[in-house]
């Protein structure tokens, strides 16, 4: 079925650094979507995506958050300057619509802040 | 603010056993329902959904899952598990206004199959 590609799958740096996570959405899709999940805990909605603009943000998008997909290419979600309560597995999804629509899943991005 | 409770955390059944999977959610609006599947290591696989109509739903590999507006749930079934059906399961509910699918998470209900 179509895939979610996410790079890297593990990523560790060095608190206040600046750290740009990669997805590569399924190629026809339009909407897309960062999730957070903290270890044992339940995946949280962080911000979504369409035509090159963030339509909602959840409280956990913090201000050195940003995202964007310039030109068709990766769909990026970068922070900066990164903080420790931020290490965890960052999920990129898509969809082709909104509203009962499915979304496809990366496998997920480990962020270790240390 | 939609809400999803998912009160097994940790099932362990047979192989061949029946398993059912709880979710219950809370929202007063109409939602879209949603079941997904995570196996170690890879990213969350759609199970099956629900928005209207027949509320009993057909997935893939055997699953299903049933509505309930009176019971605010949405389990999902299995009638004759297999090994490989090892995973994280997660129920998830969009509410049906705004802009994208902004899917909410139950916590996961990881079911172990042993042979």
């Known amino acids: 079925g179509p895939k979610v590609l996410q790079i890297p799958s593990h990523q560790i740096i060095d608190m206040g650094q600046m750290v740009t996570l990669n997805c590569d959405p399924v190629?026809?899709?339009?909407?897309f979507y960062w999730y957070k999940q903290i270890l044992g805990q339940q995946m949280e909605f962080l911000v979504n995506?369409?035509?090159?603009?963030?339509?909602?943000k959840s409280k956990l998008f913090k201000d050195q958050f940003s995202v964007e997909r310039p030109d068709g290419s990766y769909f990026t979600l970068k922070i900066q300057p990164t903080a420790l309560e931020d290490s965890a597995v960052y999920f990129c999804a898509s969809s082709l619509s909104q509203h009962q629509n499915t979304l496809y899943f990366g496998a997920g991005t480990r962020l270790s802040v240390l | 603010t939609q809400t999803v409770s998912q009160s097994d955390a940790h099932v362990t059944v047979f192989e061949g056993d029946s398993v059912e999977l709880r979710c219950n959610y809370s929202y007063g609006g109409s939602i879209y329902l949603s079941w997904y599947i995570q196996h170690h290591g890879r990213g969350l696989q759609f199970l099956l959904k629900?928005?209207?109509?027949?509320?009993v739903v057909q997935g893939v590999n055997g699953f299903e899952a049933e509505f309930s507006k009176s019971d605010s749930s949405f389990h999902l079934r299995k009638a004759s598990v297999h090994w490989s059906d090892s995973a994280v399961y997660f129920c998830?509910?969009?509410?049906?206004?705004?802009?994208?699918?902004?899917?909410?998470f139950g916590k996961g209900a990881k079911l172990t199959v042993s042979p």
């Open positions: 190629s026809n899709h339009l909407y």
């Open positions: 998830a509910v969009s509410a049906l206004m705004g802009t994208g699918s902004k899917l909410s």
């Open positions: 995506f369409y035509n090159g603009k963030v339509m909602e």
């Open positions: 629900y928005y209207s109509g027949n509320p």
